[in-house]
């Protein structure tokens, strides 16, 4: 008679291997943290190459215990002993070199939002910062807000109005994370303290911010109602407060757009300036890339949203239709196919 307080055994073996990218932020750990959690009922082992606490502190936060590692030839033999039924890669674009040498120890191999080499030999690439150009991808390539998957503190907001009060003076938050190659956190503040307006006007430093913080601080002295929040959680507690947020065209328009509020996105870079996610069709105004910006583009950009009340709810019902929560369901359901070998994907 089988002892009935035996443990359920656990059905599939999923891993997930991390490598941190300074471009991409922190994002590829909470997207970890959040399918991992969904994905309870499986054995899951998470691998994480990185130089800095910050993304590993993120999954210890879920009591996740990621295993660290500092080449990817430790990877085979680490694949050989737990024999996984599904590989899935975030972070850094991969080398082909790095998907061939796990592929004899696992036969559904999956990455999110990797353009390299390896994205080519893998069986499906999930793409949350895709192109509006698809041709030159081959069919295992799928692009998609649905890629994106909404950490859990985004994903019920209790004080989220159908229609924001705005606030007086209207309240600007400037929210350039992942690293903010350019600078464009100062260049949109020097910008913003041109308009001779009443404004509220915050600027978010996350960890990954690599410039001194010094003339920032001169500005934001120089000007009434102008801060700095220096948080982990700073974009989290700035949405419900926020009447216009100007930020980067990475991962961070998709945080945005799950509570909903009007937003200005700039590129950090020549890849970002490729991502289709963030335009007008989902409720933004893009203004293409940072370091070009012109004073009266960013000016013109704000006011529009200021001044035209239709414009701004017309953006908060394009990016609430987006339905953002729902995301992390058919993630699971879809990775699920994928280590019960139920889908129909073949790669090319």
Not at 51 to 78: A, R, V, Y
Not at 204 to 225: E, K, P
Request: glycine residues 4%; aromatic residues 8%.
């Amino acid at each position: 008679m089988q002892n009935e307080t035996q443990p359920m055994e656990l059905n599939k073996t999923i891993v997930f291997i991390i490598e941190s990218c300074i471009d991409k932020g922190l994002y590829p750990f909470e997207r970890v943290a959040t399918l991992a959690k969904l994905l309870a009922n499986e054995q899951v082992f998470i691998f994480v190459k990185t130089p800095s606490n910050d993304g590993i502190q993120i999954l210890m936060n879920d009591n996740l215990s990621p295993i660290l590692f500092e080449h990817f030839d430790e990877l085979p033999k680490q694949m050989k002993g737990i024999q996984p039924d599904l590989i899935v890669r975030d972070g850094r674009n991969s080398e082909s070199w790095q998907v061939q040498n796990l592929r004899p120890f696992c036969k559904s191999i999956i990455h999110f939002d990797d353009l390299g080499e390896g994205g080519q030999a893998c069986d499906c690439v999930l793409l949350a910062l895709y192109q509006e150009v698809k041709d030159y991808l081959p069919s295992h390539y799928i692009g998609g807000s649905f890629n994106f998957a909404l950490p859990e503190a985004y994903q019920n907001f209790e004080d989220r109005p159908d229609n924001k009060i705005p606030e007086n003076p209207p309240h600007i938050v400037v929210a350039f994370e992942d690293g903010d190659e350019h600078n464009l956190t100062y260049r949109t503040l020097r910008h913003l303290t041109q308009l001779q307006i009443p404004l509220q006007i915050t600027v978010m430093i996350d960890d990954s911010y690599r410039h001194a913080t010094d003339d920032l601080q001169m500005m934001v002295l120089s000007r009434r109602n102008t801060a700095i929040l220096r948080d982990k959680n700073a974009l989290l507690k700035l949405l419900p407060k926020a009447d216009v947020i100007i930020c980067n065209a990475n991962y961070t328009p998709y945080k945005i757009a799950s509570y909903g509020v009007p937003c200005i996105t700039l590129a950090q870079t020549e890849a970002e300036l490729l991502h289709a996610f963030p335009r007008e069709h989902n409720g933004f105004i893009h203004l293409g890339l940072g370091r070009k910006m012109k004073q009266s583009q960013i000016q013109n950009a704000v006011m529009e949203f200021l001044l035209h009340e239709a414009r701004s709810e017309r953006a908060v019902k394009k990016q609430r239709q987006l339905n953002l929560a729902s995301n992390n369901e058919a993630l699971q359901s879809l990775l699920l196919d994928f280590a019960y070998d139920r889908h129909n994907i073949a790669s090319t």
